[in-house]
């Protein structure tokens, strides 16, 4: 593969989704252009570059757009191997292969974890019926049955609350390769999100913290967790930048418990909870994410403003009466509405914590009391 070099302007992603989106619109400033490949002809970023249009496992394709490109990069973890591997044979890709495919693998990535000695919750593989039972009796109930791959956003995951739950999910899960890990009965969520430079430099936006309901977020409020929580989580982020000598952001997940940090997942990419960072940061995440990948200096992660994201998901609310709220920013992807899809988001901003209460209150009493208790649970300072 070839090396980065000054002339290296045209980036090509994996994927054109909100987030290639989001990240040519931090790139396109930049000076540079990009490429996109996605199935869909209606991708969501296709209005800020080229479309390849081709399946993600079209290894061809995805060989022939890194033909015609600088650097690559991919806007979710579940690219096929062959094809992110077919990219890097031939333009530099960032993050690498290797952090791809340990993200792609529940299994792979957990034992990746523990074995940096970085606490999980327990966790057993389960390839069996008898795999199954023996898991449950050795981790108890509850526990969470998970699918090795493919699983995002809460599907492909099932809470096993007692033994007759076991049949039930074996029945909807049991063609797959699985993980069981112990239900953690957590006092929070959160999120660390860092960019590691072709250099080695690291730097981390202040934790967020995450709202999710039936496993897809809701939404994050950037800090609110002390200054303990913080530094586990950017040990944790470090050990794993450095692991795998990673180039471009990763966001760790997290469950806080007592306190303490368990590790719920790695993304290999820009992020949900990291959307804030475009409004309420010097330098958001999908700036920092061009400027890591392309060699480029890195900005400030410095919080600049109090801000709490909203996700919206399956249809949009009234943009206009939103936009009546002091320090909303609207960020409308461009999708057509269908239930559950991820159609945008608004990060409120505010100077201090009490005007942020004040104006996430206005956005909740707005949005109908589905929101107000969510929005309650994330303003708890931790
Ligand atoms: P995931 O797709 O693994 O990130 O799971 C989505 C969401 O499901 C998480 O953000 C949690 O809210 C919940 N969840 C997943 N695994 C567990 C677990 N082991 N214990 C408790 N909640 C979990």
Redesign the pocket.
């Known amino acids: 593969m070839d090396s980065v070099t000054v002339d290296s302007r045209h980036i090509g992603i994996l994927g054109g989704g909100q987030l290639a989106r989001m990240m040519a619109l931090a790139g396109i400033p930049l000076g540079f252009e990009f490429s996109f490949l996605d199935p869909s002809a209606e991708a969501c970023a296709k209005s800020l570059g080229s479309l390849v249009q081709a399946d993600f496992a079209d290894a061809d394709a995805a060989s022939k757009m890194a033909e015609a490109i600088d650097i690559a990069t991919y806007d979710f973890e579940n690219v096929p191997a062959a094809s992110a591997t077919a990219v890097a044979a031939v333009k530099p890709m960032y993050p690498g292969v290797t952090a791809l495919e340990a993200c792609q693998d529940r299994w792979v990535e957990k034992n990746l974890v523990a074995g940096l000695d970085i606490p999980v919750?327990s966790f057993e593989p389960v390839k069996s019926r008898t795999d199954l039972m023996a898991a449950c009796q050795k981790l108890g109930f509850p526990s969470?049955l998970?699918t090795r791959r493919l699983?995002?956003?809460?599907k492909g995951?099932a809470v096993l609350r007692q033994q007759e739950d076991m049949e039930r999910a074996w029945q909807r899960f049991g063609d797959f390769e699985l993980i069981l890990?112990?239900?953690?009965p957590?006092d929070a969520?959160c999120s660390v999100i860092g960019v590691r430079s072709l250099s080695g430099e690291i730097r981390f936006w202040p934790v967020s913290r995450n709202h999710?309901v039936n496993?897809v977020l809701t939404l994050s409020r950037a800090g609110g967790l002390n200054d303990q929580i913080q530094a586990a989580a950017e040990k944790v982020g470090r050990r794993l930048l450095q692991h795998f000598d990673y180039v471009g952001i990763m966001t760790v997940?997290f469950?806080v418990r007592d306190g303490t940090l368990l590790v719920?997942?790695i993304a290999p990419r820009v992020h949900n909870s990291g959307h804030w960072t475009i409004d309420g940061s010097t330098t958001s995440q999908f700036d920092n994410h061009i400027r890591a990948i392309t060699g480029l200096p890195l900005g400030s992660t410095a919080q600049t403003n109090h801000a709490l994201m909203f996700n919206w998901l399956g249809e949009l609310p009234d943009r206009d009466a939103l936009l009546e709220v002091e320090g909303l920013h609207w960020h409308d992807y461009g999708k057509s509405p269908r239930p559950g899809r991820k159609l945008g988001h608004a990060t409120v901003t505010a100077p201090d914590a009490a005007s942020l209460q004040q104006r996430a209150n206005q956005v909740a009493n707005l949005l109908g009391s589905d929101w107000q208790s969510q929005v309650e649970t994330v303003m708890v300072e931790m």
């Open positions: 919750p969470v998970k699983g995002y956003d809460g995951q890990e112990s239900f953690v957590f969520e999710h496993g997940e469950f719920n997942e």
